[in-house]
């Protein structure tokens, strides 16, 4: 595995891809162009493993060469995404991001593989993929009837700590590595040409958002990147794109009130099982899948919010 | 009590086997098929084939029907007698039938702790019965059980900030609730900070397992006298929570200590003043 910081050894390695040939595409992706050459495959809000297409993924289209920016959560959701790159370019696909370890976001990683390609992901991705990916191929095989085998799990070629920049030819993607927030391995992508940042799931819209690293840290990344100037963000699940720092504030909102009532339940001795009966319950008519994902936020927040000094 | 990775093979008596022990120790039959595996060698192996009455009089156990997170099912034991010196439970058993090493643990109350409740967290591996026996110290057994439905709790990758976690470990939490009043049963919330790790948890790198790790034993004494005591498993979630009960007969310490399975030893103090 590289760790890297400098995209100018890639540029040498991605000349060697060749183009695809032709394709069996019996289902092709719907992707929305957002911006120059920014296209979004739009998900639906549902419960991962109970539906499919659940994410917000895409790519992005350089002169030389294609950046998958997630790949969804089946094989067949990948080789959908792949057919919709190939009826709008014949440019070869070079990186494959993944934005974080969760299923619906890297289970078509193997259907969008082509030779020469690098799957690059934050320098925790591989433990998590590690540590998860055995439990993610069984429920995608008990819950959602769909039997992956080991390897559609694919650990990043290429790990980022900090940041790197992938050159795609006249378009320069800029990949920054977060502490801990929606999970331990958030990746986000910005693309300088059109002032794009796609920040998958750090950004929850309409959507109720799922805490699976730290509601602090989450808080705290968000507040930070405000102040990043993006003419749009695109968030993990909700809208195409959204206006920003505007689109922050529903997700912040949340996160808020459910520290703050949590603190305050731990404060005043109520266990697990009584703060899950009355955090946040002011957010119930804010959110799709309230009622699937609130009460496990709950636990992830008083879990982590109990440890503080 | 220790725990390997073979608890997890599940090799459970044939029916024919089930049967015989049935007849043997002559008890009621099963209602349902729910209770196979405590039916087919689990009670046996706790309890032998002495009675057991399955009522929610003396405990009533509390549990989410369908947990939202099957690594952290946050549970409750209600005592529904008060402990004195001539009636009290002494024990409590908690079985999770479908996990890996079926006894999360056992916890032991005195006159002392005023009310035997119990409140903690548990991992539940898949959908099944959880139940808590009660043994009163006229050595009568009760039992409280409630069907959870919840899968994985066993082999879930451990917390999300790993890093914090390790610089945790060994850490205790006390907390009392308001007011203290002398000869009144006082809450207590007892955290540890510890991975708790089952040994189910597969690196898909190395496909390896990683090594069962998890709290074994807590002592806790309020001025030298014990007020809670457990053995447990690695069925109790990553940083296990105890609530429970105790009396305070003036101002004093709360002292516990908890002892892993590498023989690690963390201990923790608590200062309890009455109020009045």
């Known amino acids: 595995m590289l760790f890297c910081g400098s995209v100018l050894a890639l540029l040498l390695l991605v000349w060697t891809v060749p183009v695809m040939s032709t394709e069996d595409c019996k289902h092709t992706a719907e992707v929305i162009e957002i911006a120059a050459g920014i296209y979004m495959r739009p998900g639906k809000h549902a419960v991962v493993f109970d539906d499919e297409a659940v994410a917000n993924i895409g790519f992005v289209v350089g002169k030389r060469c294609v950046a998958v920016i997630d790949t969804g959560g089946s094989n067949a959701e990948g080789q959908a995404l792949r057919c919709a790159i190939r009826s709008v370019t014949r440019q070869p696909v070079c990186f494959v991001i993944n934005t974080h370890v969760h299923p619906d976001h890297m289970l078509g990683n193997l259907a969008v593989r082509e030779p020469g390609v690098f799957y690059i992901g934050h320098t925790n991705l591989a433990r998590a993929l590690a540590l998860r990916g055995t439990v993610y191929l069984e429920r995608a095989a008990q819950q959602a009837g769909r039997p992956l085998g080991p390897e559609h799990i694919i650990l990043p070629d290429l790990s980022v700590d900090r940041q790197l920049r992938l050159d795609l030819g006249e378009r320069v993607l800029e990949l920054v590595a977060h502490p801990i927030a929606h999970t331990d391995n958030d990746l986000s992508i910005y693309d300088e040409n059109t002032g794009t940042l796609w920040l998958s799931d750090l950004l929850f819209m309409e959507h109720i958002p799922v805490i699976d690293g730290s509601i602090k840290g989450w808080l705290k990344l968000l507040e930070a990147l405000k102040d990043k100037p993006a003419r749009r963000v695109v968030p993990g699940h909700g809208p195409v794109q959204a206006a920003w720092p505007d689109a922050a504030g529903d997700t912040q909102r949340y996160l808020s009130s459910l520290r703050d009532e949590t603190q305050e339940r731990i404060a005043e001795g109520d266990d697990l099982r009584e703060a899950q009966k009355t955090v946040a319950y002011g957010e119930r008519t804010r959110w799709q899948l309230f009622e699937n994902y609130h009460k496990r936020n709950i636990i992830a927040a008083y879990t982590e919010l109990e440890w503080e000094d | ?276």
Not at chain 2, 200 to 224: C, N, P, R, W
């Open chain 2, 1 to 276: 009590m220790r725990y390997s990775l073979a608890d997890c093979t599940g090799n459970w008596p044939s029916f024919w086997l089930l049967a015989a022990m049935l007849v043997m120790s002559g008890t009621a039959v099963a209602d349902t098929e729910e209770d196979s595996v405590w039916l087919g060698g689990l009670r046996t192996t706790y309890f032998g084939d002495r009675p057991i009455v399955q009522s929610d009089d003396v405990i009533e156990l509390e549990a989410p029907e369908r947990a939202e997170d099957s690594a952290v099912v946050p549970i409750r034991i209600k005592a529904k007698i008060p402990q004195t010196e001539e009636h009290f439970i002494k024990t409590i058993t908690l079985i999770i039938d479908m996990n890996p090493g079926q006894l999360a643990g056992r916890f032991h109350f005195t006159p002392k702790n005023g009310r035997a409740d119990l409140g903690l967290r548990v991992r539940v591996n898949a959908y099944g019965p959880v139940r808590a026996i009660a043994e009163t110290n006229d050595g009568k057994l009760f039992m409280s059980r409630r069907f959870v439905k919840a899968s994985g709790g066993c082999s879930a990758a451990v917390g999300t900030d790993i890093e914090a976690a390790k610089r945790r470990m060994g850490k205790m939490k006390f907390r009392t609730d308001k007011p203290v009043l002398n000869g009144e049963p006082l809450a207590v919330q007892l955290r540890v900070s510890h991975p708790n790790l089952t040994g189910l948890q597969m690196d898909q790198i190395t496909q390896l397992y990683s090594t069962a790790h998890f709290v074994e034993k807590v002592a806790v004494s309020f001025e030298g006298q014990a007020v809670f005591a457990a053995e447990t498993g690695f069925s109790l979630s990553e940083n296990p929570s105890f609530r429970f009960y105790f009396v305070p007969d003036g101002a004093g310490e709360l002292h516990a200590e908890v002892i892993d399975t590498e023989d690690l030893r963390f201990t923790g103090q608590y200062a309890v003043v009455p109020d009045k």
